[in-house]
């Protein structure tokens, strides 16, 4: 395996170490890859809901709350 020297502020390397437990820096890191392509398995999951209902709701739901504090 191939080694590269980086610089990074302490902040970085502070976090980092924080964060990595036992594994390496580098699997460390890697993780954030893992974690950005399964957050992406999320984009667009909302699309198809009728947020037009949703607001309606949500409009019942504060008038129903400002009515029983009145």
């Not at 964060?19 to 992406?40: P, T, Y």
């Amino acid at each position: 395996m191939t080694s590269i020297n980086i610089s990074i502020k302490r902040e970085a390397y502070e976090f980092l170490n924080s964060i990595k437990g036992d594994k390496s820096f580098s699997e460390a890191i890697l993780e954030f890859k893992k974690q950005e392509q399964s957050i992406l398995q999320f984009f667009g999951v909302l699309k198809e809901l009728d947020w037009g209902s949703k607001e309606d709701s949500i409009k019942g739901l504060r008038e129903s709350f400002e009515e029983k504090l009145s």
